[in-house]
C-alpha cells in the first residue's frame, strides 16, 4: 500500500457514514407528482383521486412497508428522518382512507359515525399495533417533548379543502427545514383562508384547535400573535402592522373551516 492510499482509507474510515433513510419514498412521491395539482403559487392542492384509485395496489405496498419498520430502527434516526418519516405516513394514510370510500364522500368527515371519528379508525400496523391518524399525529408527531414543532400543521393533510396543500413531494429529513417553512409560508399567504381585516387578523381555524403548539417558545414563540408575527410578510403585514399583533392591538378571528373534499372537480 502506497503512503497515497494509505492516507485514503484513513480518510474514508473517519468519514461519518450516512444512515439510509427509514424508507424509500420514491413511489410515493411519483404518485404525488402525478396526481397533486397546486394552485394559487402553491397557496392550495386539488388530488387527483380518480388516479390514485387505480394505483389501489401500489399504495397498499407501501403501508406495508411501512409497518415492517421495526421500531429501535426507526428510534435510532435523526429527529428529521423520523419526522419526515410520519409525516409522509401520516398522508399516505388519509389518501388510503378517502379511496376507501372514494366517489362515494363529499368530505373526509363522511368516513365518521356516532362512535367513531376518521381520524380514529385503525388503518395500519405499526410497531406490532395497529394505529389511526390521530395515534400517528398526536400519539407520536405532536407527543409532548418530542419534536416541538409547530409547522407539522401545515405538513399533514386532511384530505380537505381548508386544509394546507397536500405537497407533490414526499418529505425528507435533507430537506425538511426549507420544506416546512416553505409549507407555512404559502399558507400563511392565502388570503383565502388568512387575512387582515381592519383591526383583526383572520386565520384558519387550525390556529384554535392547535393553539398550543404555536404557543409553546418553538424559536422564542410564546403566543400564538409572536408565532404569527414571525410570518409577518407572508400575512402582508407591514412593520406597525406586525408590532401591533405583538403588542396585542390587532385581535386575532378564527375563520371557518372548509370540509369539503380537496379533490380535482
Given amino acids: 500500500m502506497t503512503l497515497r492510499t494509505g492516507l485514503l482509507a484513513l480518510l474514508l474510515i473517519a468519514l461519518p457514514l450516512q444512515a439510509a433513510p427509514l424508507m424509500d419514498w420514491q413511489a410515493w412521491q411519483a404518485l404525488l407528482q402525478r396526481a397533486v395539482m397546486l394552485e394559487r403559487d402553491g397557496q392550495a392542492s386539488r388530488v387527483d383521486y380518480r388516479y390514485l384509485a387505480t394505483h389501489k395496489t401500489q399504495l397498499g405496498q407501501l403501508l406495508a412497508e411501512a409497518a415492517e419498520l421495526p421500531k429501535a430502527r426507526f428510534d435510532s434516526a435523526e429527529r428529521a428522518e423520523q419526522l419526515a418519516f410520519l409525516i409522509n405516513l401520516y398522508n399516505l394514510v388519509t389518501v388510503d382512507l378517502v379511496l376507501s370510500a372514494y366517489p362515494n364522500l363529499t368530505s373526509i368527515k363522511d368516513l365518521g359515525n356516532l362512535f367513531r371519528s376518521p381520524w380514529q379508525q385503525k388503518r395500519i400496523q405499526l410497531w406490532g399495533q395497529a394505529v389511526s391518524l390521530d395515534d400517528i399525529e398526536h400519539g407520536l408527531i405532536r407527543a409532548p417533548g418530542r419534536y416541538q414543532e409547530p409547522r407539522i400543521h401545515f405538513a399533514v393533510n386532511c384530505a380537505s379543502i381548508g386544509c394546507p396543500a397536500l405537497r407533490p413531494h414526499a418529505y425528507s429529513a435533507e430537506h425538511l427545514e426549507a420544506q416546512l417553512e416553505e409549507q407555512t409560508e404559502r399558507f400563511l399567504a392565502d388570503r383565502s383562508r388568512n387575512r387582515l381585516s381592519g383591526e383583526q387578523l383572520q386565520v384558519s381555524s387550525i390556529f384554535k384547535w392547535y393553539g398550543e403548539d404555536f404557543s409553546q417558545g418553538w424559536r422564542g414563540a410564546h403566543s400564538l400573535a409572536q408565532f404569527l ?28 373551516y372548509d370540509w369539503g373534499l380537496n379533490q380535482l372537480p
Fill in 229 to 256: 408575527s414571525r410570518y409577518a410578510k407572508a400575512l402582508g403585514l407591514t412593520a406597525d402592522q406586525q408590532q401591533a399583533l405583538q403588542q396585542g392591538r390587532i385581535s386575532i378571528e378564527f375563520l371557518p
